[in-house]
């Protein structure tokens, strides 16, 4: 394949994709990245996602294109193989080689310890959260698949079509309130959808005529309004007669209403009692959680089986202390309570499905707490199989997909944003686990095409539905490799086992230490658990360099990489630190002091003082107040080697000489309380501090004395924090929605401001002008960035990246 010298002519750019489709000369195309680099990315994904995705194991470059188009689209050709780089190691497990890399690439990836993840391929994105999906049948065998999203809105793709360059659904419907369950009813001519909606309306809907045939109002009364009618508390139920209702369960019964009446249908299925006050006090209360499952029996029975949860109350003020899950089932003809199943959960359930067994029959597959699921024979009932251990969190969804040769999946979605398959009977994984391509996973289903291919589909809540091949070859995930929240460098040691080579420590969200070749990515060292805060480098008298750790809730500790144990621990004899109810110091860096000794600075309160780590004793009475409402407080080293304490406060930013307690210089301004400040500095160059508030960056000057209050903005960067997010699936963690920043970089010979935060672009600015230099995407969220010789690392959602410019 001839090498794209320069941008090809639009016909090239876009159709040379589909020619290559129809040849199958995917690994032609992937061994000329410079080809590959001027097509459209997205033309490109459109054709693999078309004849390849599925059906055949697509090149590492290929792949990476079908994950990143939207990514790949959004930088320049030069850019692109960067991109691709840092999504096949992701995706696909492998960096590309050295001599495939672009020589005018702005970044070439080093190495890289990232969480590695399944293909998944995009269908459609929009901004309004996904809160159903169904999968269903028409009479000439084709499948529809059913989009049900927040803003009230029902699209429907042809099976055959999704994978289809255009991805144009074959129809809409549109609504006033969201759409939260998608179910299909059976009536003589075919099946009808029925989007259920916030407001007990069920819309109906013909896919044969593409039209709608009318909606019925549920009058289920007070009970089951607001927060009540979540998406699986309404459950298609087909009768052993043929007929197609509706059940909904509030917290103690359930009803089955004709969805084309809107009246409700025989007995009502009655669960747990209600009780006063004193009885669930005294002998607890149970009530159902809305998750339903309807099941036939060998003898052709039809039960409706319901989730539900047994509290035990504390008998002095009335709240929960125990909670443990529950089944009811009841037969839906008579509605005669069957059986009642303590499951062996604590907590509710979260997700009720049923699994079809080889010989026919079928089970119940259950979800609750410690991301455990176990299949109950619902005639028994007795437990089936295996329990299904395995998933990183709690299941929060549970579904079934059909797989080639007649098997069938269980699927489920944990709250770490994790999609798995499973055997059903024997337990064992199916394919690699599936994550979500930017958010959790609110609905699933499975989809199947004509020509024999099976998907996992997933909508999230940032609008995208997702297709996994489920049985995809799995891959062996990094152990070391996850969330990085704090990056710090390391000097070098010569002749040290470990610190011969340049070092970098990395904290993880579990609060675990890693030590990192820097120049390879290889550990040096166990982990190291319970490491919370951020890490702080200190050199000692006998040449070692140790890193001082705590986040405040225990003692500073000093531990030594090079021996992988604890030194040194800074107690405190205050009770009340002991029994955490005021904070422990913590380590804010270390400045040099008197008879070459190093003192680490330490935080207490409003306070910082000096402590001798060599001695394990305060150094003198220097006290430096942080002022009232203090923010945080480092160093900052002036181009002499003299070296500046610097506190922020609500009321501005002051520096301040360690080693006398004299105030050097301040910067007045008013500071919001998640301002940051991160000092900037270059070899023999006068250091900046950034402060980033809600909307900006502001590079200052703080020796600067010919501006008013002292200070003054060098540049103005447009970039800052990112809105917090209180998601169950989006945990506010320490640092999350804060700028990551680096300043020790060159290129072209001057010098630049590294940035990178939630929105996952690395930037770099002009320190005298606040221009933006470049950006790059690097496909996860930034929480660290660390600048050492010649790469930038990054540390992010998915784990460890080391650039190269």
Partial sequence: MAVATETPNP????????????????????DAPQVLDHLEPRAVAAEALRLGYGRTRLPGPVTATLVARDLLASVAPKDRETVRALTMARFVGAVPADGTRRADAT???????????LLPAVLTDRASPVEALRAFSLPDGRQLLAVGTHDGRVRLWDSESVLDADMSPVGELAYDRPVHTLETVARPGGEILLAVGVDRTVHLWDPVARSTVGSSVLDTGAACEGHALLAPAWKAVRLPDGRSLIAVCDTHNVRLWDPFTGEPVGPELVGPESLTVAQAISEGSQSLDGVLAPVTLPDGRALLVAGGTSRVLDSIDGSTDFMYGRLWAWDITTGELVWKLHTGYSGTLTALTTVPLRDGRQALATAGGGGVVRLFDPEGPTQVGEWLHGNGADVVGASTVRLR???????????DRTVRAWDPLTGTPVGAPMSAHNSGVRALTSLHIADGRAFVAGGGEDGTVQLWDPESVGHIDDPLAGPVHQLVSMPVRPGAIRQSRPLLASVNADNTLHLWEASSGLPMAQPLEVSAGRPVTVPIPDGRTLLALGDGKCPIRLWDPESHRGVRTKRSRNPLRRLHLIDYPTAVATVPWRDGRTAVVVRNGPSLSLWDPASGRDLGSLRISMGLNPLDAGTISLPGGRTMLFTSSQEGIKLWDPTTGARIAEWNRKLDNRTTIIPVTWPDAHPLLAVTEEEVTHLVDPFSEDAPGGGRVRATLAVGFQPPTSHPDHPLLPGRHRLALAGCLTREGRPVVATGGHDGALRLWEPETGELVHALPVGAPINALLATDNLLVIGSRDGLIALES
């Fill in 11 to 30: 016909y090239i750019a876009h159709h040379l994709a589909a020619h290559i489709a129809e040849a199958g000369a995917w690994q032609e195309l992937a």
């Fill in 107 to 117: 970044w070439t990836v080093r190495w890289t310890r990232l969480r590695r993840d």
């Fill in 405 to 415: 040769h007649d098997r069938t999946a269980l699927v489920t979605v944990g709250g």
